[in-house]
């Protein structure tokens, strides 16, 4: 603290005085609500006391009275004309500390990005942000490596473990697991028999032995068409 701070008092800044004079003009609205209220209160008990003394004949102190509640509701409305300007003018001391609150801002806003901007290398910027995509592929790359050779590993003897679980199931039902796969079963008729009839449908018997009735009606057809 210097010479003159001590002798004149600290300097004080412009925001400091705005808060100050808040301060000032808050402190004597609440003041005039304060006497403003006790005064209301004082004009309702006139109002009473002058019912009394009316009721009462006395007219003089009814008359008496009766100016003392005219002067009461007078000073109430100019307490509510004085609180109006001290509202007035705090508010505009608030829209000003505002204002400059808000340049205050600004000014450290502008200061932080011309630091940053002055502070960024574009190129180091550039050469991180290539460095970044080219290490992400080669993640990718490795990654989907990993993944197809995990797939492969749990593959492993997948398919005859799901052979050997059907054929289980089919043998505890009953089933033989040939025929339930369609295996053309044994014991069907040779090509040769198939061939012999479509030979005797077309130019007669290829071996001894009756013809079938079926197949006499089928040649004589034929035949007629011969003809």
């Known amino acids: 603290m210097n010479i003159l701070e001590w002798a004149f008092g600290k300097r004080m800044t412009p925001a400091e005085r705005l808060r100050k004079n808040q301060?000032?003009?808050?402190?004597?609205?609440?003041?005039?609500?304060q006497v403003r209220v006790k005064l209301e209160?004082?004009?309702?008990?006139?109002?009473?006391?002058?019912k009394q003394s009316a009721q009462k004949g006395q007219m003089g102190a009814a008359k008496i009275q009766a100016k003392d509640l005219v002067r009461t509701r007078r000073y109430v409305e100019k307490f509510y004309g004085m609180r109006s300007q001290l509202q007035k003018i705090s508010l505009r001391l608030q829209t000003h500390r505002t204002n400059?609150?808000?340049?205050?801002?600004?000014?450290?806003a502008t200061v932080a990005l011309g630091s940053m901007n002055r502070s960024m290398?574009?190129?180091?910027?550039?050469?991180?942000?290539?460095e970044f995509e080219r290490e992400t592929a080669i993640m990718d790359e490795r990654q989907e490596m990993v993944d197809d050779a995990i797939?492969?590993?749990?593959?492993?003897?997948?398919?005859?473990e799901g052979d050997e679980i059907v054929e289980q199931v089919l043998e505890e039902i009953g089933v033989d697991l040939n025929q339930a796969f369609g295996e053309t079963p044994t014991g069907l008729p040779s090509e040769k028999v198939a061939d012999s009839r479509i030979a005797q449908a077309i130019g007669g018997p290829s071996g001894g032995g009756g013809g079938d009735p079926g197949d006499d009606d089928l040649?004589?057809?034929?035949?007629s068409l011969r003809k």
């Open 23 to 33: 301060r000032m003009i808050d402190k004597a609205i609440r003041e005039l609500d």
């Open 41 to 50: 209160k004082q004009e309702k008990t006139l109002v009473g006391q002058i």
């Open 100 to 108: 400059e609150q808000m340049m205050q801002a600004m000014k450290g």
């Open 121 to 130: 290398n574009l190129p180091a910027l550039q050469r991180i942000a290539m």
């Open 151 to 160: 797939d492969d590993a749990m593959d492993v003897g997948v398919e005859e």
């Open 219 to 223: 040649q004589a057809r034929l035949d």
